[in-house]
């Protein structure tokens, strides 16, 4: 084994060497032809002999390798060139100096030059760099990894290369390319002549078929040659990319430099490996600081790599992406109606229990969340069995349904905040069943609840009541999804429930029906024109495809995404008619009632438990929630004041710039520095972050613009077109903010107060 290892770095020594010398060698071989040219003198036959040493050290060392390597296929490589080398210098060689005995000194430097040299130069392209350069390298981007994106670096640091099934190999042209082993074979990432010329084809194809204000997220680095390409084409386009492969990463920081290639492109984010949730979080982060039409893009060769891997994360970035469009649209039409609720709201929270009253209590119990869907008119009949086995919850509308037939649920998640549900909950039926909801459920839907049956839990998304109430890791606080029927879902895991069954949640639109009967907060004509909508399609239970809209289809992969976080749970879907819901399983309502005959569930479960074990917060929480919420009129009087500086000082800026007026400089630092207090306030977290959410958003995209520019004349302009509009739509709003703050206050001092 020893000698095996001793004889392995022998011959990597000699490559070692070669490499090394190699370059010198082909300027020795062009210096010395160009004075053959022209002179015979005895330093020139000096040289030669140094030269021909030297020349004839390489060639054995060649033929060395070449017989240790010999039908060795991990190598084909570097014996192909090694015998390409062997085979034909020698020939070119016993050329030249026949040339040289015949005293043709002109052919024989010709042969020098442009025979011999050009075969050593191939064959230094071919070998590549030193091992010690190329460690050098890998670790100069290591910091450079370290200080931009510390994250990968933290990922990468104790990964070993694994050079056994990786190799870094070099074009003809001399680039670094890469073969990968996968099982018996080897797959090249780049063109075995030029990749250059492959990247180059790939970057104008793309670029010829998407607009110039396109920004990419890319699938796939490899050594950086496509990005580069794409990033001439498209230089303002912004790019962020992911690596799905640790190893191909490390070997590109062996063979490239990552500062010089980022430099050159506009990259907003680097991911290297990690799981499903990080890689969405990298697709929110893209489309938060991407334009309006982002493009997903994956080098060719990862198709034969990981094909799965790659359809993967394209259908996750086009999910996440269209979740973002969503989220859009939620906030431009009720950020403030759901700041307004959060605050309205705050007496309603002090005065009812926490669901962290009821953690637990239903360990063991199967719960049945239940949507609105067309199924759901199928399974009355069963469902109101089943009310006596299992804890029944309606999720949001479809109360309307389940009194339509009579069943009252055991209780009721209610989320939404527009002013449609004053006449879903109109009804005074449901004032009597227990109901739980988030701080920015409608108000006026929450105020006429009796508070003896009414609980409530937070959202992670909710800034507002976070502070406010000081919410910490003991307090119900689940995600925020596209729909009620997730937070019902997390709501049933937190009681305890092992199970949950889903009812009604079709998640599309079978044979172009919207609703189960009884839903009537949506009128005919605009339940036509749901359907008019649905230019999307939603794989059935029976392998058919359901009509469904852009909400539907986010809706689906938001309940999925969250299923998939607990495996632990058994997840039933019982709808007859909806759509396939993934990491559920499917069985007939029938076969669900018949399983849990032998269980019981009091028909006033909730209210029992409520009566036993709510306990409100204590009076110390209350004291902070009101002293928090008397501090606001303050510090937003403070906040609008620095608003008026900036403003003030924004209006200066293009004058200044224009005269070159040293003041620029100064009113542009000026207003950083108050910014950055704006920013860090407490009215900005709370109450602009979701009041203008869309508004927030659009800065945070054009920012890292304005902080790049260092042209004083340019940097001025994008003061004033990136910040002025934010600072213009927070000072509109302060108006309407105060007159809430003012009337949470004067509404949580009359409950404190009583």
């Not at 192909?80 to 060689?93: H, M, T």
């Not at 490899?222 to 990005?227: E, N, R, V, W």
């Not at 929480?621 to 924004?650: G, H, M, N, W, Y």
Request: with cysteine.
């Amino acid at each position: 084994m020893k000698e095996a290892y001793d004889d392995i770095q022998r011959l990597q020594q000699l490559l070692e060497n070669m490499k090394r010398d190699l370059p010198g060698v082909v300027q020795l071989c062009l210096q010395v032809s160009d004075k053959l040219y022209e002179s015979q003198a005895p330093e020139v036959w000096r040289e030669i002999g140094e030269l021909v040493g030297k020349m004839d050290e390489l060639y054995r060392h060649a033929r060395i390798v070449v017989d240790a390597i010999q039908g060795d296929s991990d190598n084909e490589d570097l014996l192909g060139a090694l015998e390409l080398f062997v085979r034909d210098f020698s020939a070119q060689f016993q050329v030249m100096n026949r040339f040289m005995d015949g005293e043709n000194y002109r052919d024989a430097a010709d042969c020098l030059k442009y025979e011999l040299a050009e075969m050593l130069a191939r064959l230094s392209r071919a070998l590549g760099d030193e091992i010690a350069a190329m460690e050098a390298r890998y670790a100069k981007n290591m910091a450079y990894l370290s200080e931009r994106f510390p994250k990968v670096y933290i990922d990468l640091k104790d990964v070993e290369p694994d050079w056994l099934n990786y190799q870094i190999v070099f074009a003809k042209t001399g680039m670094p390319n890469l073969k990968i082993r996968t099982g018996d074979n080897w797959i090249r990432f780049y063109s075995h002549y030029d990749p250059e010329a492959e990247a180059a084809r790939w970057a104008s194809n793309v670029a010829r078929n998407v607009e110039d204000f396109t920004d990419f997220m890319i699938y796939g680095l490899g050594f950086g040659y496509h990005l580069l390409l794409l990033g001439m084409h498209l230089p303002d386009a912004k790019v962020s990319v992911y690596e799905p492969d640790k190893q191909i990463f490390i070997a590109a920081m062996h063979a490239i430099d990552l500062e010089s290639l980022f430099s050159r492109v506009h990259l907003i984010d680097l991911q290297v490996g990690g799981d499903k949730m990080r890689r969405e979080q990298m697709v929110v982060n893209f489309m938060v600081k991407s334009g309006a039409n982002p493009s997903v893009q994956a080098i060719p060769v990862y198709e034969r790599l990981s094909i799965d891997d790659m359809r993967v994360f394209c259908e996750n970035a086009k999910m996440a992406s269209m979740y973002y469009v969503t989220s859009l649209q939620s906030y431009r039409r009720f950020g403030m109606e759901w700041l307004r609720n959060r605050l309205f709201n705050l007496p309603m929270l002090l005065d009812t229990p926490s669901l962290r009253n009821l953690k637990g209590l239903f360990a063991g119990k199967t719960a049945v969340v239940v949507g609105a869907g067309p199924s759901l008119e199928a399974d009355i009949p069963v469902l109101r069995e089943l009310k006596r086995h299992a804890l029944i919850i309606a999720a949001g509308s479809s109360i309307q349904s389940l009194l339509h037939y009579g069943i009252e649920p055991h209780l009721i998640v209610f989320i939404d905040g527009g002013e449609v549900n004053l006449k879903v909950y109109g009804n005074p039926a449901i004032r009597d069943i227990p109901l739980l909801f988030a701080p920015m459920a409608q108000r006026r839907v929450i105020e006429s609840r009796d508070k003896r049956n009414t609980l409530h839990f937070y959202l992670q998304e909710d800034l507002t009541t976070q502070y406010l109430m000081a919410v910490d890791e003991d307090d119900p606080y689940f995600e925020v999804t596209p729909s009620v029927t997730g937070n019902a879902i997390e709501a049933a895991i937190y009681l305890g429930c092992t199970e949950i069954v889903l009812a009604g949640q079709d998640l599309s639109y079978p044979e172009s029906r919207v609703y189960a009967p009884g839903v009537s907060h949506f009128s005919q004509e605009e339940q036509q024109q749901i359907i008019k909508d649905a230019n999307y399609t939603l794989e059935n239970i029976s392998g058919g495809l359901n009509p469904a809209t852009h909400g539907m289809v986010v809706t689906l992969a938001s309940i999925e995404g969250l299923l998939s976080k607990y495996p632990d749970i058994a997840f039933t879907n019982t709808t007859r008619y909806g759509a396939k819901i993934n990491f559920t399983r499917w069985e007939p309502m029938e076969d669900v009632l018949q399983r849990l005959r032998n269980e019981e569930m009091p028909d006033r479960v909730i209210e029992d438990l409520l009566a036993k074990h709510a306990v409100l917060y204590d009076e110390e929480r209350k004291t902070q929630t009101e002293t928090k919420l008397s501090l606001l009129p303050v510090q937003l009087e403070d906040f609008e004041k620095r608003l008026e500086a900036i403003s003030d000082t924004l209006e200066q800026l293009p004058e200044l710039s224009q005269t070159r007026s040293p003041l620029c400089i100064t009113c542009m630092q000026d207003i950083e520095l108050e910014w950055g207090k704006v920013i860090s306030s407490i009215p900005f977290m709370i109450l602009m972050v979701t009041g203008l959410m869309n508004e927030v958003r659009n800065f945070d995209r054009d920012r890292p613009q304005l902080e790049r520019e260092t042209n004083i004349e340019r940097k001025a302009e994008l003061f004033v077109k990136v910040l002025g509009p934010l600072i213009e739509a927070m000072r509109a709003c302060l108006p309407e903010l105060k007159e809430m703050i003012n009337t949470a206050v004067e509404r949580t001092e009359a409950i404190l107060n009583r």
